[in-house]
């Protein structure tokens, strides 16, 4: 996959302009459901029909993977949370499971590269790569042939996911220590320094948060000419095997036509990946919240998509993209179920 | 009904620090689902219990009425169009419908003062008291029994949703013209210039604004002995129909001991109003959403409420609540689902 190879088209215009048409003639003032009017465009865009489909049943799907650059301390967790996660993330008791519950979503669990040995699970699907990334800060986090095989994974679950009647992706990760990847990655896309992108994660202190921004800026410097020769080479360099199966899944939803919520830094910095490899998939993505991570900000401005949601969440898992799917259906549904102004015999005044 | 005469009790602050040392050994860095950790903690201190009951099914009210104060020429939409869009609400089509079916919320319309005939309809609850009040800016809107009628029913509405099955009550109102009331109430109860408080409702120009300014601060001298003579005779002078039985609503359900879930700014005049009677309802409050009517956000910013949503959205009915309804499920959910540290096997950093 190179650098804006493929592209995907742009929203339909007639359609999303005759989404904003009808909003005009439904019984409520004009404008007054804002960004839930936008958003109904948008999805009329990304079906090219209006009114657009419900965009329900979601799908969650979690890649999870470990990150050799756990040696620096930059987070308090250790490695084997990755696996014990995916193992709770089977069992249905991670925040995921039962947001996804609340809103009539699967969750798939996909082992992309986690480190540790993981019980047997008929809900796990395990195509691990890898176990685990290298220490990006002294050599290459993975090959590119690893980042093109776990990208080409997340492209697989997004067809099958949609293959079994999703009708919108949800964007998770799990993965201990792969808020630096995501900082390093977003750092080498947009250009920002390393100190505007990097985060708390999961709550660090302050030693540890500068051993993770020197550990992003060594990253940004010894891999330079990997980052300068392309998208892939990047993410190999500095990324995580999860976040490159999300920018395959990502791109896998977008290109097929149907919205891809984004989570938080590590499904933005996913984002921006896609974005440079396939452009148009960020225009078929709704930001499902506002994480408190900076970089996610730094990341969906790049693109231009602002959040739905922002209660000050940062757990990843796509747990605050889950929450945002009622209010894809509920964009959807405006447009499908209100009565107009002449059909409900109620005067517009134009 | 007399300013403060009855107290609501305070939150139950046990079950609330237990929902947060729940929070703190389920499987999550602490305090990384933000604002609905603290929404669940609220939920358990509402309910007197931790993990909190799951507060839906909600129930929406729309309580409707008509408003003196549109011969001044404060919207450009004509009084006709309430009864019109209470026709609309009973047959399913107005926005509230479509939202509340989503969130699997039932829908009340109740006619408290609506100022023009409206067809028989099963699904309306009629109640009129008066048709549409009478211009506030020359004389009282409403009588003080009127006021005390109307709030007197909202307490009747929400004993009958709650007895019926509801676990948390929507606020909703239709009245045109009724932002103008709801911002003179707001400048009555906080004090605040009528400038600050007044918005554009459903979309006017800068002279309808200039007008309703103007109205409202005519109001305001007017009933100066009444505003300071007591909350009812406040209601009764600048208020309308729909706030009062809102205000009677808001508490009928935070008195039961069950959520209520504020919409923009008509129901957060009425939340200033209930507070302001029965100290201690706007703690057992949850605001949807921030409606872009300036006023909403002074109400709300006065009685300590942050909007859990942010759309943009000016409609009104319940819409901006209902959207939230499943933030306050999930909140509840997570409390009630998610595995602990020990269970799950995940080890925990504390």
Redesign the interface.
């Known amino acids: 996959v190179r650098d804006g190879e493929d592209v995907i088209p742009p929203l339909d215009r007639d359609a999303a302009a005759e989404a904003l048409a009808l909003h005009d003639r439904?019984?409520?003032?004009?404008?007054?459901?804002?960004?839930?009017e936008l958003l109904g465009a948008q999805l009329a865009g990304i079906a090219g029909a209006c009114p657009p489909p419900v965009p329900t049943p979601a799908a969650v799907a979690v890649f999870a993977g470990d990150h050799g650059v756990l040696v620096h301390d930059v987070t308090?967790?250790?490695r084997?949370?990755t696996a014990?996660?995916v193992?709770?993330l089977c069992?249905g008791?991670?925040?995921i499971?039962?947001?996804a519950?609340?809103?009539g979503a699967t969750v798939t669990v996909v082992d992309v590269g986690v480190g540790t040995p993981i019980g047997v699970s008929p809900a796990l699907v395990g195509r691990r790569i890898r176990a685990g990334t290298a220490d990006l800060s002294v050599e290459p986090a993975m090959s590119i042939a690893d980042a093109e095989a776990a990208f080409a994974i997340g492209g697989e679950v997004a067809g099958d996911l949609l293959g079994r009647g999703a009708r919108c992706l949800v964007t998770g990760d799990m993965g201990i220590g792969n808020t630096t990847p995501a900082a390093a990655l977003i750092a080498a896309i947009t250009g920002r320094a390393a100190r505007e992108v990097v985060g708390r994660g999961?709550?660090i202190d302050d030693a540890a948060f500068e051993r993770k921004v020197a550990v992003v800026e060594r990253a940004i410097d010894l891999h330079a000419d990997a980052i300068r020769s392309g998208t892939m080479p990047a993410l190999a360099a500095v990324g995580g095997l999860e976040h490159a199966a999300l920018a395959g899944f990502i791109i896998g939803g977008a290109g097929a036509g149907f919205p891809v919520v984004i989570d938080g830094v590590i499904a933005a910095s996913a984002l921006l990946v896609a974005e440079a490899l396939e452009p148009g998939c960020a225009a078929r993505c709704v930001a499902g919240h506002r994480s408190?991570e900076p970089g996610a900000t730094v990341a969906l401005d790049h693109v231009g998509l602002e959040p739905?949601?922002?209660?000050?969440?940062?757990?990843g898992e796509g747990?605050g993209a889950c929450?945002a799917v009622?209010?894809l259906?509920?964009a959807a549904?405006?447009l499908r179920?209100?009565?107009t102004f002449d059909?409900?015999?109620?005067?517009d005044?134009g």
């Open positions: 439904l019984t409520k003032p004009r404008g007054s459901l804002g960004r839930l308090p967790w250790p084997e949370v014990q996660m193992t709770n069992a008791g991670a925040a499971n039962v947001l519950r609340l809103v999961t709550g408190t739905l949601l922002d209660l000050g969440m940062r757990l747990t929450l009622p209010l259906e509920a549904r405006v179920e209100m009565a059909v409900a015999g109620v005067k005044i």
